[in-house]
């Protein structure tokens, strides 16, 4: 039976009226569904091929996991990338280390491309080499069908995945034609600024590509076709300062912290609730002196409780699912701080940082072929995760250029936590489901 082709992911990336978009959605996914219910010839092989090196996938895992990589350890992260270089290039990648600007202050990126048939299909991969933890200990420990150690499955479990569903694509002879570039940042964790050069190879290659996974920890039932953006916000407010005696009164007025007060609560009581949409104050200050350090978002203040606080700081951020949702939210939340309490001003500073991946016909034609790979294979559905459930990730960045799936990594517990931990029975699961989406992602009618 011939599957819908991959052109047509790009061309459903524009959602049409609601109505429209809801029969998109439901032909799509019919489509993914009946097109293949059962395993071909060679993916059966490529299944076989996973369990049998299942060994030699730990033991990657392993050697990953025991190069500390924390976001600033530049060496660890450039030792795991080259690790990974020398993988790809024995599947006949292309790879090259990507170094930033100094400004940026980040380790740089792996870049690593396969050449395939021209007009063929194409796929990006998406992975991370840093950690949270920095540091010294957190190594590889295994015990039984679990293992421990900072990021085994955030996210060089997902990275090992990526390697051994392409082994298994080679094996089976369907890598040969392929066109695939992976595009493993060395600062997800903790990015480097501006967004603009840390973020542009990832963009560039989106822009070279049909459709994009992403290996951030996964779930058997859940993967993501949505993913909410992230921007923040920052505060500030003046007021007169003044004896404590005469707060309220017209000479005196309110005070900096009342004023701060009243535009959080007031976002609070006239945002809150919309779908997808949160904003969230993460530090407060407010006194007679304030000093707030914004690369640390720390800062100290001092004051007394008989003066008037004449300065108040409150830095946010804010999740939206769509540049709509985003753009209307700041509108609103400027109109807030705009209504002064007496004897005070404020303003609101907006900055952006991921985009928001939307969920589109595309993207429900993803998730349809990755829950039939799922079941044909006999682990059962998958559906989409709700978007507001996921931070912010790489994937995003993608999505103003084709459609994207997350969540394809290794299942754990504890990310970004000292207890971070990977199920080893896992590792076989997600990557027989992931070749078996590459493969049917680059197969053309």
Excluded at 67 to 80: C, E, L, P, Q
Excluded at 157 to 182: E, S
């Amino acid at each position: 039976m011939t599957r819908a082709p991959i052109s047509r992911l790009r061309s459903l990336m524009f959602v049409p009226r609601r109505r429209t978009l809801r029969a998109g959605l439901a032909a799509v996914a019919l489509v993914a569904v009946s097109a293949t219910a059962q395993l071909s010839p060679g993916e059966q092989r490529m299944r076989e091929f996973i369990r049998a090196h299942q060994d030699d996938q730990i033991a990657m895992l392993q050697r990953a996991v025991d190069i500390n990589s924390g976001t600033m350890n530049f060496a660890g992260v450039r030792a795991v990338g080259a690790l990974f270089a020398s993988a790809l290039d024995s599947l006949g990648f292309e790879t090259r280390w990507i170094t930033l600007p100094d400004s940026v202050n980040r380790a740089g990126h792996l870049l690593a491309v396969h050449r395939g048939r021209p007009g063929a299909p194409r796929l990006l991969l998406i992975g991370h080499f840093d950690t949270v933890f920095e540091g010294e200990g957190q190594q590889f420990a295994r015990d039984d069908t679990v293992a421990r150690g900072a990021g085994s499955s955030d996210m060089k479990g997902g990275d090992v995945i990526i390697v051994y569903a392409l082994k298994a694509l080679r094996d089976a002879g369907l890598l040969d034609g392929a066109n695939i570039t992976a595009v493993f940042t060395g600062d997800e964790e903790s990015p480097g600024m501006p967004l603009a050069l840390s973020r542009q190879a990832l963009r560039d290659a989106a822009q070279r590509s049909d459709v994009a996974l992403a290996f951030e920890a996964g779930s058997q039932t859940l993967a993501s076709v949505s993913r909410r953006g992230a921007s923040s916000w920052l505060l500030t407010v003046e007021a007169r300062q003044s004896h404590s005696a005469g707060v309220f009164s017209r000479g005196a007025g309110y005070g900096a912290i009342y004023e701060a007060a009243r535009i959080l609560d007031t976002f609070r009581r006239e945002l809150a609730g919309e779908p997808d949409l949160t904003f969230n104050p993460g530090v407060m200050l407010g006194g007679a002196h304030v000093a707030y350090d914004t690369a640390h978002l720390s800062g100290t203040v001092a004051g007394k409780t008989n003066i008037i606080a004449p300065s108040a700081v409150v830095p946010g951020d804010l999740r939206f699912i769509s540049e709509a949702q985003k753009d209307s939210a700041r509108a609103r939340m400027r109109d807030i701080v705009a209504q002064h309490l007496p004897g005070t001003s404020a303003q609101i500073r907006f900055e952006d940082a991921y985009p928001a991946l939307p969920m589109t016909p595309g993207g429900a034609r993803l998730i349809a072929l990755y829950d039939s790979a799922s079941r044909a294979l006999g682990y059962g559905p998958v559906a989409a995760q709700d978007p507001a459930t996921r931070g912010a990730g790489d994937v995003s960045f993608v999505g103003p250029y084709i459609p994207g799936i997350d969540g394809l990594g290794a299942l754990g517990r504890g990310a970004h936590t000292p207890r971070e931990e990977v199920d080893l029975n896992s590792l076989n699961m997600q990557t027989e489901r992931a070749a078996v989406l590459m493969a049917r992602l680059l197969e053309h009618p």
